[in-house]
């Protein structure tokens, strides 16, 4: 679910009446006031669309409107208090979200063994495996949803949450027909942030901002890490940081250690690459801002300008990735800090092991006698 901590009540959430804490009501009740907040009274369960530790997503259809939803179907009896905190810290965020490039939270149920959260139904799948069955792909397409992505995550700026879990899996399209409209889903992890206030661990592996990894406190430049991560596949199909061993992963993250190989970037622009180089920056306090990001000369140029950087490699690169990942899907295992310890005892081990090599660099080396 996540690893944050939260004082609201699931209750506090949804009165009585069914209007959520910040007084909107939910489309079934503006339809028909008479049916019971029941879940079984307003929804029809339908095919399973995924399952985790303790939830299900299934499809679902309105009883009323007859219009399909995605259906967060949470087992009580299979939550830790801090999944519990965490889930009443995502209900509160998304009540709170309304964007139209976010994935929208319908309705709200707490009832007697399970609660259901009823979401919009994204019947277009994943963005990135939209991206692979183009036929053509340039700079000018890879910025266009660039920029629609900083701009989300500008808005969850703005309102002082960070997302936390910045990755393709969770970048999805509201249709099979519409490119264009891209929405931010899945936000167990988000949380509001003052500062570099957030101390727990959590993300996913590839992802994660090395402040995370080393147990700094940080903040919103955690998110723009990971967009770096994901600007670097949109642009050369690949991750940049990647090892079967964890530990290295890590390692690998905490170092900033990636390069732009030739053979797959040498038709990109040095403006695209500057960009990279300032997002997967190790200091936090130099790492671009969302801000900063929108204004860096890349997203300025023409579309006569980008469209010259054609980015077809990179598009056979991302289709052989995108088939290496699904056969994969355990290597996009997420980090919950309380459910996780095998992968955050990797990530302290990690964590020692920057520290060593660090005092390693600072120590004064040795005269060799013969």
């Not at 319908?106 to 994204?122: K, N, P, R, T």
């Not at 490119?179 to 590839?206: N, R």
């Not at 290295?248 to 990109?268: E, M, N, Q």
Request: charged residues 30%; negative net charge; hydrophobic residues 35%.
């Amino acid at each position: 679910m996540g690893c944050t901590q939260s004082t609201k009540n699931l209750n506090d959430v949804k009165s009585s009446d069914g209007k959520s804490s910040n007084g909107i009501q939910s489309t079934a009740l503006r339809n028909s006031s008479t049916i019971p907040h029941e879940f079984d009274a307003r929804y029809t369960l339908g095919d399973l669309l995924g399952e985790g530790g303790y939830s299900v997503v299934k499809l679902a259809t309105s009883k009323i409107d007859k219009s399909n939803v995605a259906v967060k179907i949470i087992s009580k009896n299979l939550l830790s208090e801090n999944d519990l905190e965490s889930l009443q810290q995502e209900v509160s965020i998304l009540q709170q979200l309304h964007h139209k490039n976010v994935t929208r939270l319908i309705d709200y149920f707490d009832e007697a063994d399970h609660y259901y959260m009823v979401l919009e139904y994204l019947e277009g799948g994943e963005l990135f495996d939209r991206i692979v069955k183009k036929t053509f792909y340039s700079e000018k397409e890879a910025r266009d949803l660039v920029f629609t992505i900083l701009m989300v995550i500008k808005y969850l700026h703005d309102l002082n949450i960070v997302h936390r879990d910045l990755k393709p899996e969770n970048l999805l399209l509201s249709s099979k027909s519409d490119d264009s409209l891209i929405k931010l889903a899945d936000f167990g992890f988000a949380i509001h942030v003052d500062g570099y206030s957030i101390t727990t661990q959590c993300g996913t592996p590839g992802y994660i901002a090395p402040e995370i990894l080393k147990n700094k406190p940080y903040g919103k430049p955690c998110d723009m890490w990971s967009f770096g991560v994901i600007l670097y596949i949109l642009l050369g199909g690949y991750p940049p940081f990647h090892d079967d061993n964890q530990r290295v992963l890590f390692r690998k993250i905490c170092k900033a250690d990636y390069t732009f190989h030739p053979d797959y970037w040498s038709g990109v622009s040095d403006d695209a690459k500057d960009l990279i180089r300032k997002l997967l920056n190790v200091d936090q306090d130099k790492r671009l801002t969302v801000i900063q990001a929108l204004d860096h000369p890349w997203l300025g140029k023409t579309p006569e300008e980008l469209a010259k950087f054609s980015l077809d490699n990179t598009l056979k690169t991302l289709r052989n990735n995108q088939k290496l990942k699904k056969l994969r899907a355990a290597v996009n295992t997420v980090i919950a800090a309380n459910r996780m310890k095998n992968l955050l005892g990797d990530i302290r081990d990690a964590a020692d092991v920057i520290h060593e090599d660090d005092e390693e660099e600072q120590r004064p080396a040795e005269k060799v006698t013969k």
